[in-house]
Each structure stands twice: as C-alpha cells, then as structure tokens.
C-alpha cells in the first residue's frame, strides 16, 4: 500500500554556515543556544518517532583547531571572493574563536546514537558548489575528507545536501563515485533557481511563499529518477519564530501542505537549520511540536510515514514505497 511521506532534514552548520555573512563575536550566545537545542530536537524526534536527516558540515566532527588543522585537504577550492573560504577564516580566527562555535563532534555522537536520526553531508568545509574559482577536483577532495572524517567515527555517509542550496548537477557523478545515494535540491520554483546570485524579486517571492501561495510543495515518489544519487526536492524552509500573525500564517502553511501530501500519498520535505532555533529556543522548538502534533494527526488520518534522506533514496532505488 502507498503512503505518503514526510521527510525532515537539518543543515547543521554552527559557525561554518555563515561565517562570511555575520560577526561572529556577537553571535556566542547564539550558537551556544543552538548546541543545547539539538538533543531537544533529537527528544522531540523520538517522542514523536520522526526519522531525520541531519546535514553535517564534516569540520564540525573535528575536537579542536589542532584537528582541525590535521585534516585540511590537499586540494582547497580557490574562491575568487577569498572571503568565501572557510580555510581562510579558520586559519585568521582560530586563536580568537571558542571550540564550541566550530566543532561538535560530542554532539555528532548523540545525534548518531539516537533512534531513526541518519547523519548526512553538508560537505566538508560547508563547500559552495556554483561559485567562481572552485572546480570540480577541489569538490572531489573535499567531500572525500568529509566522508573520511565520518568514517573515522564508524559513520557512512549516504546523503548530501549542498550548501546553500548551490546545487550542481555536474557533481553528481563525484557523489555516486563516492557512496552518495541522494541529495537533496532546490524547490521546483523559479525563485529558488540560481541562489548564490539572488535578486530581490527572488527574495520576496520566497518571503512570501511562506505565507500565502499554491499548493504546490509535495512530489509523487514515482516522479523521481532512480538514477545514482537520487534527487530529492525539498518542499519548505522552516522559518525561525516570528510575529504571531506570521507565525500562525506559516504554521497553517505547513499543516494543510502536509495535509496535502498526506491525502495524496506525496512526498513532503521539510528543512531547517538548527542555528534558526537559536535566537528563541523554546518558541522554536514549540512551533515544531505543533508541527509533529499535525504529523500524527495526517498519520492517524491518512498513513503519513516519516522517511530519512536515504530510506527515500532506498524506495526509490528499489521501487517499492
């Protein structure tokens, strides 16, 4: 019997993910606030049985800058923009910064141990895949110390999200040659094309497709292509907590979008960073349990299943669902 799907992947990043974008020094609370929210999520996940996706930035598996340094790969992708390079900024900063902004290998180890979580690749140096400098032997190198670095922990990687959503499709072929059996990419809207060059038309329109919108996130399982690494699209940014109205605009969003994959055996895949939750921790981690609250209703109602990354890559290699 056909069911529907949800499947929930997270991009965990700590300072990796932004690195270029943010100060850093006023940002250690916020990152201290994200360490302590994720084995919440993971109580969250089991209480409700949820099978998750997290996307590890494979630096985050080091124990301290003189691992860190151990590990660097021989071939760095060579950004035009210098500032992009999380090698650079590592090795500028490494005095000044705290280990727990950059490493979290006792939290990898948590996630790991727990029931139905799958650890997964955000690459190894949180890579950009479609920006200018960086080819495809750099790309190679680094998700090979990003799998090499996992492995030393007993974990295989199957899964890889890219980062900031710079999904490339002549990578593919790295992916598979490497172990990869999925990815995720980008929503199948024209404002979610070509990230790393966003316009602000893009922008509004995906600020605004949060709220308001068609009802056109969820995907058949038979509409993907069973060729290696299997693309999975994602379906919905969760938002950080914001206004009440917004709030309640997006969590209504997300309920009849689930709903809706729920009625028609679909696909729905929901992705968040765990660092969104790290601004308002309790409210966050509230708006998700109405969101699993509404994953057990569709479950009870219409069969809903949750699915990690590489379950769906599974099914969909195998034919069955």
């Known amino acids: 019997m056909k069911h529907g799907r949800l499947v929930i992947s997270l991009d965990f990043e700590l300072l990796w993910g932004v690195f270029d974008k943010i100060d850093y020094n006023k940002k250690v609370d916020y990152f201290e606030n994200t360490r302590r929210v994720v084995p919440k999520l993971i109580k969250l996940f089991e209480d409700y049985d949820i099978h998750a ?30 500032k992009l390079s999380a090698y650079q900024f590592g090795l500028n900063n490494k005095d000044l910064i705290k280990n727990e ?22 690459t190894y140096s949180h890579y950009y895949c479609l920006e200018d400098g960086q080819t495809v032997h750099s790309f190679h190198s680094d998700l090979k110390k990003a799998i090499q670095i996992a492995e030393n922990k007993g974990i295989q990687l199957k899964s890889l999200v890219f980062p900031r959503n710079q999904f490339n499709p002549e990578y593919l072929e790295i992916c598979k040659e490497l172990g990869i059996t999925g990815v995720r990419i980008n929503p199948d809207n024209w404002y ?16 605004g497709d949060a709220y308001l919108g068609l009802m056109d996130k969820a995907y058949d399982i038979s509409t ?39 009625k028609n055996k679909n696909i729905y895949h929901l992705w968040w960073h765990p660092h969104n939750f790290g601004n308002d921790p309790e409210g966050n981690l509230n708006d998700l349990k109405l969101i699993l609250e509404c994953y057990k209703k569709c479950q009870k109602n219409y069969g809903l299943v949750s699915n990690s990354m590489s379950e769906i890559s599974h099914m969909v290699i195998s034919g069955s669902n």
């Open 53 to 82: 996706t997290w996307a590890t930035v494979g630096m985050l598996f080091n124990e301290n800058w003189e691992q860190w340094i151990e590990n660097i790969p021989r071939e760095l992708p060579a950004y035009n923009s210098s």
């Open 101 to 122: 902004l950059c490493f979290a290998h006792d939290i990898i180890d948590i996630i790991h141990k727990s029931k139905g979580q799958e650890m997964a690749t955000h």
């Open 192 to 207: 979610w094309n070509n990230t790393q060059k966003d316009t602000l038309l893009q922008k509004i329109f995906r600020t």
């Open 224 to 262: 993907m292509n069973r060729d290696l690494p299997v693309q999975q699209r994602a379906s919905r940014l969760l938002r950080p907590k914001e206004s009440e109205f917004k709030n309640d605009l997006k969590l209504k969003r997300i309920f009849d979008e689930m709903q809706f994959a729920a």
